[in-house]
């Protein structure tokens, strides 16, 4: 790793123009910044306070964090009440560990020739995007779901879209939502993926795509009229779909009888 971590300079010039400490009170306007820092383990340890002020606030911009994320404090308390120093809180040695691989992969592009007129640097947003955890939509929505069902899923999807539709956090394109609603189906939950294929279909009203995976839903809880309405709609949309085709002589075939193939 760079011994001076000169990425930071560039990323602390960022930050400064964006400080996102938490809104000063009387009693926080009485705490400053120190003029030597302690228990600097990957920070060069004459880093002034000036930068790492400015590093501190870059992070809570790419992470959408305030102090209490990493250190030992209250949210919403004055800063003088913080252990800034304290090891105790474990998302400040994550952060530490997330530097040193920033700065381990900053190292190896210095090796690779770059592609256009100027080097790319990795940095905390290029993956966070003002998110504490960087996942893909699909897998954060999944995570809910596998641990508190469909409908707090269906809450985070909107409150995430809300929020960050965008921002780059999270690919709110119709393929994330298609992925949740066949997992849904894979594991036998049809009400929760038709739920899910809704909200799709809602979202991408004009997609083909959406009301086939809708419809799919349908077909496969047994709601046949329902499934070939919407294979029609398909149809309509697509003349070409092959898939809506078969779907409709298949259901057409088979009556009112439940589709579990």
């Known amino acids: 790793m760079r011994q001076s971590l000169l990425w930071i ?19 926080q306007t009485r705490w400053h910044w120190p003029e030597k820092s302690e228990n600097l383990k990957v920070l060069p340890e004459d880093t002034s306070s000036r930068k790492l002020r400015a590093i501190m606030s870059g ?9 209490e994320h990493c250190h030992v404090g209250e949210a919403g308390q004055s800063l003088s ?34 592609s256009g007129p100027e080097r790319t640097n990795m940095w905390c947003h290029t993956c966070h995007h003002g998110t504490p955890r960087p996942m893909r939509l699909e ?11 469909t409908e707090d899923a269906v809450n985070q999807y909107r409150e995430l879209r809300e929020r960050y539709y ?10 994330s939502l298609n992925v949740v609603g066949y997992e849904m189906l894979g594991q036998g939950d049809v009400a929760g993926a038709r739920e899910i294929f809704t909200i799709n279909t809602e979202q991408f009203p004009e997609s083909p795509n959406t ?3 809708l419809a799919e839903a349908h077909m496969i ?30 259901l057409r075939g088979t009556g009112t009888e439940a589709v579990t193939e």
């Not at 300079?9 to 009693?27: D, H, M, W």
């Not at 992070?59 to 102090?67: I, P, Q, S």
């Not at 149809?235 to 078969?246: G, V």
Request: charged share 30%.
């Open 139 to 149: 897998e954060a929505l999944l995570e809910t779901y596998a641990s508190k069902g």
């Open 81 to 114: 009440t913080f252990d800034f120093v304290s090891d105790e809180n474990p998302n400040k040695n994550r952060a530490r560990e997330m530097l040193r691989m920033l700065g381990s992969v900053n190292d190896h592009l210095d090796k690779i020739e770059p």
């Open 9 to 27: 300079g560039s990323f602390a010039a960022i930050g400064s123009f964006a400080v996102l400490a938490p809104t000063p009170t009387e009693s």
């Open 59 to 67: 992070f809570t911009r790419a992470l959408g964090v305030r102090c």
């Open 221 to 250: 809880a047994g709601e046949t009229e329902r499934a070939i309405e919407l294979y029609e709609k398909v149809l309509q949309m697509d003349p070409e779909s092959q898939n809506a085709r078969d779907m409709l002589a298949k």
């Open 211 to 213: 009301w086939d995976s």
């Open 166 to 175: 965008g921002r780059g956090a999270y690919d709110f394109g119709q393929a």
